[in-house]
């Protein structure tokens, strides 16, 4: 038995193939991990709204939604989902803090070499400020 | 607050109690008087809110703009400190205010920096000239402080004490007739028109994600009615000097509307999207209108069972004062930003010239008077919804401003904001498509804009 608890990042918003990920997660549930599934809603310029509080929480709503069905397609189960509104890799970071994760287990995005460069990416963020391991799949 | 999801569980149970009455009908009264009702203002005809906004300006104008001065430096140093320097937020709302991503950090530290230059005068000409420092923080962001002031406020009267659903339930059937869509989606549209756009597409889509749209209704909704709200509507045409014909504007603007609802649905990209439901999805029934009941009926029973769940007095103080610290401190800095930049470009670089350079011959040919002015509008507002009538704000020609002033509203795709949204929000649209519509917005509003100010409105 074990007390491994992994939080898993999923950017509902890419049809990326989850195959590889869903294996590692499969293999580490049956060994008895928690598994905790979270998506984050990046910040978005509400220029015009007069309720900007209400947008966002339809907006993590939406993302809930996304989540949840990627969570049913798992093949294993997931204990817990998440979602957060603002930048993302701190809000990765927020919540491998509350949950006490002992793993991150993230997807490597497919950036343009000149995106990533000027940007960053999210995975090397989290990879950098982490309190626990990271893992990062490159597919 | 808008809060679908209990709206559907309330509507379940008919709270038709005294209370829940007044509850439903008082905030609506009020928020249809301060939005909807013409009252004499100068020589001309304006709304409650347009006198208010006007009256805030006019008794507390330095006051505004030194709130300004206030507002964006505290916003560039608390985002500074709590992003990047040692401050930990210690609440989820002060990560949701000052805790963000280095573009963002970037822009409100330069919103503090073009608002103190040009408040104090002690900028270079680029930032303080009229044009550009004294057509953002000197007119559109004292009018916009006030407008939140305000909105924050008086507009969750219009859509959260069940005004919405009752107008939306009466226009249901007319939806469906003309626009071949759910009855629902008078109500979806009129949270933009009444709320705030980008909540619109997010309660359509929303909708699409329970089953009662398909992808094409939920992106016919989210494209045609997603406009932005009255007030807005108003901030602009002050902007470009208009307030005085408010009333014929917004008609303008509603008749724009509405011939674009007739056309996109009709013609790709959206006549080409699937009429399929969301995989997994079962509820297909619009519940909006029951069997048996009347319109009236239908507009009751929603209206009451939203007037059920909104907020008591305390939580609707709570909630105007939570948006509005989140505006101000939030976007209002990077707005300055964001419209300063653009304004420089006009007036310093070639680069909207060179974009607007062959609708010039087009604009000429359909008899506008400064054209050359008014050619950068017909493309700017794919960036912001703002662009076209802060270049705008200086043409001579009223007609022309007033063309400008229509396509701020009615291009209504604006990347910034509702288009980036419809973009995350996986209905099927990607920007080549969203540059399309904008595209046919922009060529059905231009000629009918043109028409009714030539021959209608002056």
Known sequence: MTSETVLVPINVGSETDRAALFAQLAERAGRGATIVFMT?????????????????????????????????????????????????????????????????????????????????????????HAHCSVTVLRH | MTIPESVAAAVQSDDRSTSNWLKFVI????????????????????????????????????????????????SAVLTLWYSYGPGKP???????????????????????????????????????????????????????????AL?????????????????????????????????????????????????????????????????????VVAT?????????????????????????????????????????????PLSRLPDDYKAGTTNHIDTTVREGETLVQAGTRLGLARARIAPNFPEFIKNGFDNLVFMWFSLVPATVAIAMIALVLVEYTPVFHWLSAPFVPILNWAGL?????AAPSLVVGFADMYLPALIGKSIESQETRFLVAILSVSQLIYMSEVGAILLRSNLGLNIGQLAMIFVIRTIIATPIAIFLAHYVVF
């Not at chain 1, 997931?78 to 491998?96: E, F, M, N, T």
């Not at chain 2, 909807?36 to 809110?49: A, E, H, N, Q, Y």
């Not at chain 2, 530290?109 to 044009?131: H, Q």
């Not at chain 2, 008077?369 to 002015?373: D, M, S, T, V, Y």
């Open chain 2, 224 to 268: 045609n009615f997603s406009i932005v709200s009255i007030p807005f509507c108003y901030v602009i045409a002050k902007l470009v000097g208009l307030s005085d014909v408010f009333f014929a504007y917004y008609g303008c603007v509603l008749i724009i509307g509405f011939a674009c609802a007739l056309v996109l649905p009709r013609v790709p």
């Open chain 2, 369 to 373: 008077a400064e054209a050359e002015a």
């Open chain 2, 27 to 74: 905030p609506s009264t009020l928020g249809a008087a301060l939005f909807l009702m013409p009252v004499p203002g100068g020589d001309t005809w304006t709304i409650p809110f347009g006198v208010m906004v006007d009256w805030l300006n006019g008794n507390f104008g330095a006051l505004l703009k030194w709130a300004l001065v206030v507002v964006t430096m505290a």
């Open chain 2, 90 to 148: 210690s609440t989820p709302m002060m990560v949701q205010y000052f805790r963000t991503t280095a573009v963002w950090t970037g822009l409100r530290c330069l919103g503090a920096v073009f608002t103190i230059l040009y408040t104090t005068g002690t900028g270079p000409e680029w930032i303080i000239s009229g044009a550009t420092g004294g057509t953002v923080v000197g007119a559109l962001m004292t009018n916009l402080l006030a407008l939140f």
């Open chain 1, 40 to 128: 984050v809603v990046p910040e978005i310029y509400l220029a015009t709204d007069t309720d900007p509080k209400g947008t966002i929480e339809a907006m993590q709503e939406h993302a809930g939604v996304l989540l949840a069905a990627v969570a049913e397609a798992a093949p294993f189960k997931v204990d817990r989902q998440v979602v957060r509104y603002g930048p993302v890799a701190p809000a990765i970071l927020d919540v491998a803090g509350e949950i006490g994760a002992t793993l991150i287990l993230i997807n490597a995005r497919q950036k343009g070499r000149a995106v990533a460069y000027a940007l960053g990416s999210v995975a090397s963020r989290v990879a950098n």
């Open chain 2, 151 to 219: 909105a924050s406020f008086g507009l969750p009267l219009l859509s959260d004490y069940g005004f919405m659903e009752f107008v939306g339930a009466l226009l249901s059937r007319t939806f469906h007739f003309l626009f071949r869509l759910p009855g629902r989606s008078a109500i979806d549209g009129l949270a933009s028109w009444l709320g705030a756009a980008a909540l619109g597409v997010m309660l359509t889509v929303q909708q699409y994600d329970k089953g009662v749209y398909t992808t094409r209704e939920a992106a």
